[in-house]
């Protein structure tokens, strides 16, 4: 209903902020909000096959033009993670591995199940990466449909919604596998967010190689959001105004430092390098890799752009996290859970 709600209102990434919005107030109220987590991983899966689907010959060919912005998107989390630190430590008062971890524009998932191994509290790590993939997903389509209106090369989504389902057995057959074996084969090897990086790496090759030019119909696509929207709230269950005060204090400061950052950083991608405002700022901010995308296609962005710039992103946050943490805290992961 929530979904429904954010598409009548014409609400930027509606079904997903919408289902966001209803759902995350009753879980702070303790109401148990339930969520299919391997359904969350089949609607990121399916996010993965339609920006997979962007990777044709065409765009492939431009990937050499992008290797001055991939610089620029590790250069942006060097200084984003600098000042985050800095809040983290000096405002939020938290420890070092906590603060470092918190600070981290790195994947939701990737940075709650690899913090507690090196005693990271769980608890501030889920509600301050929660606030900001929250308030991130809210206000960047809202700018970027505002800027619509301007010139800094953002066009407003076409909302109409397409119910017809016309995917021939054949692509019915390579999307599935690509799919399935995406999702489980990227576990099994350790892909960063393998549910989604898995299927958007065989959708690439397929649809690079002409197998299929074939997309998950717009159904699933509304369905991934309603689901991964709802499952946002999982990070707010039980938790008082207190702390969401202390946790809008946090990651309210990072966030917003990570925005204005994004901003400066994609007009110099604009001037510099010609890439659209849009689409810099969509690659650069840490909203979650999963939502990113999802954000990119509904936004009628370039995902292959968008996608591969913060796959770059989570790759280099989670390589570098295990070097620089043992250095930094003095912390060495455990192999079962911590809590503080």
């Not at 449909?145 to 692509?171: E, H, K, M, Q, Y």
């Amino acid at each position: 209903m929530g979904g429904l709600i954010g598409y009548l209102l014409d609400f930027p990434l509606g079904w997903l902020v919408g289902a966001m919005v209803a759902t995350i107030p009753c879980a702070m109220a303790g109401i148990r909000v339930p969520i299919s987590w391997p359904l969350r991983s089949v609607m990121i899966g399916v996010i993965g096959l339609v920006a997979g689907g962007a990777f044709v010959p065409e765009t492939v060919n431009q990937a050499g033009n992008w290797i001055f912005s991939l610089a620029g998107v590790a250069v942006y989390c060097a200084i984003t993670t600098a000042l985050g630190l800095f809040v983290c430590l000096k405002l939020g008062k938290l420890d070092r591995t906590t603060a470092a971890f918190s600070a981290a524009p790195g994947g939701l998932s990737e940075i709650l199940v690899l913090g507690p191994s090196y005693g990271a509290d769980v608890r501030w790590l889920s509600l301050v990466h929660g606030m900001r993939v929250a308030v991130i997903v809210v206000a960047v389509p809202l700018f970027i449909v505002w800027a619509a209106n301007g010139s800094l090369g953002a066009s407003p989504p076409n909302r109409t919604i397409d119910f017809t389902f016309d995917l021939s057995p054949l692509d019915m057959a390579i999307l599935a596998a690509c799919l399935a074996i995406g999702v489980v084969g990227g576990r099994r090897i350790g892909l960063p967010a393998a549910p989604l990086t898995g299927p958007l790496l065989l959708s690439a090759i397929v649809h690079y190689f002409g197998l299929t030019q074939a997309n998950p119909p717009q159904l699933a696509l509304i369905f991934a959001q309603i689901v991964i929207g709802t499952s946002v709230a999982q990070f707010f269950a039980n938790v008082s105004l207190r702390q969401i005060a202390a946790g809008l204090a946090i990651g309210g400061g990072i966030t917003l430092i990570n925005l204005i950052i994004a901003v400066l950083f994609a007009l110099g991608f604009q001037t510099w390098l010609q890439v659209p405002f849009s689409s810099g700022l969509i690659a650069l901010v840490p909203g979650g890799l999963p939502e990113m995308s999802l954000i990119a296609i509904a936004l009628e962005l370039d995902p292959a752009f968008v996608s591969l710039h913060h796959l770059f992103r989570v790759v280099l946050v989670l390589v570098l996290l295990p070097i620089l943490i043992p250095l930094w805290a003095d912390a060495k992961p455990t192999k079962g859970p911590t809590t503080n």
